[in-house]
């Protein structure tokens, strides 16, 4: 099969791109290498798929109507996995326009040359953060997600209801994942455990915001992949998914788990608690389970040793 996947040099990108291969399909990787982050760390990420005979790296927006129907008419995707979006909550309160625009717009325009092109399947990356401050826990995909509290959580919102208007219009399959804060190897350096990590390794104080009880449903790189990978055999009809690892911790916890993986006590820079920023996310993974037999395996303290491992040879750190 041949795959579009967008986003495709990112943390969760770059991992698909590498499973898909590996399970013998074609992968045309879209990505602008923005600089919301370093670009060098996304074109380290897929270093090693360069080279490889069933990849493509088109440098483009998908913002660029051009050159996205160019792809979609070179290569005649089987499926596409939209990844691609303006990424974090607390910068979507700076610029809400551009999210916004990359986010919805941009989706529109992929949906739109999947529709063209009689694309099979359409699945998109969508985000545990549209549940807001739901009071009703865990988070279930028949819960109201009325009131996101982020101009990023109200755009993937959107995303989810575009999506559907493309399946009832023109019967394109979609399914819509709702991640569920992703973490592993190669996670992005302006997410918690990262800065974490790397703080703590340097001897640097770590900002934690509010006071340390707040809580996150973590969910491995190899769970989520497994789950994509399901979502994609299954795209049928329109669907909406969490995927989580269906456990929390607090922030407090987390931050003891990093600093025994590395030997090191962390230096607390306690700050206010941010605009934008919820309580706690907590999966209910039940209809994951049942319709796509998604089961996560690995545990918080398992990934965080696994992350950890492979954070010091990244940086030449001895045990």
Avoid at 25 to 47: G, M
Avoid at 149 to 172: F, M, N, Q, R, V
Avoid at 289 to 305: M, T
Wanted: charge should be negative.
């Amino acid at each position: 099969m041949r795959f579009l996947v967008t986003g495709g040099a990112g943390f969760i990108g770059s991992h698909l791109s590498e499973k898909l291969i590996g399970d013998g399909h074609y992968v045309v990787c879209i990505d602008n290498f923005n600089d919301y982050y370093d670009p060098k760390v996304k074109r380290q990420n897929i270093s090693e798929l360069l080279d490889h005979d069933r990849y493509t790296l088109i440098e483009a927006d998908i913002l660029d109507t051009d050159r996205i129907d160019s792809a979609y008419s070179r290569f005649r995707f089987d499926a596409i996995v939209h990844l691609a979006a303006r990424a974090g909550v607390r910068p979507s309160l700076q610029q809400p326009l551009l999210y916004e625009k990359v986010n919805i717009e941009g989706t529109m325009h992929l949906l739109d040359a999947a529709v063209r092109h009689d694309v099979a399947a359409f699945v998109m990356a969508s985000s545990s953060s549209v549940y807001g401050n739901n009071k009703k826990v865990p988070f279930s995909e028949s819960d109201s997600v009325d009131h996101p509290i982020s101009p990023y959580a109200a755009t993937k919102k959107a995303c989810e209801l575009i999506g559907y208007t493309y399946h009832h219009l023109y019967g394109l399959p979609v399914t819509c994942l709702r991640f569920f804060t992703v973490y592993g190897p190669r996670q992005r350096p302006d997410m918690a455990i990262t800065k974490f990590t790397r703080s703590i390794a340097r001897g640097e104080p770590i900002p934690v915001y509010g006071d340390g009880t707040s809580r996150r449903d973590y969910t491995y790189i190899s769970d989520i992949i497994d789950g994509i990978m399901r979502a994609i055999d299954n795209c049928r009809g329109y669907h909406v998914y969490n995927l989580g690892e269906s456990h929390t911790i607090e922030l407090q916890a987390l931050i003891g788990l990093i600093e025994r993986a590395l030997g090191i006590k962390a230096h607390i820079d306690r700050q206010p608690d941010q605009p934008g920023d919820v309580r706690i996310t907590y999966a209910d993974i039940t209809r994951a389970k049942s319709e796509l037999g998604y089961n996560p395996h690995v545990g918080i303290e398992e990934g965080i040793l696994n992350y950890v491992e492979w954070f010091r040879q990244q940086n030449g750190i001895e045990d």
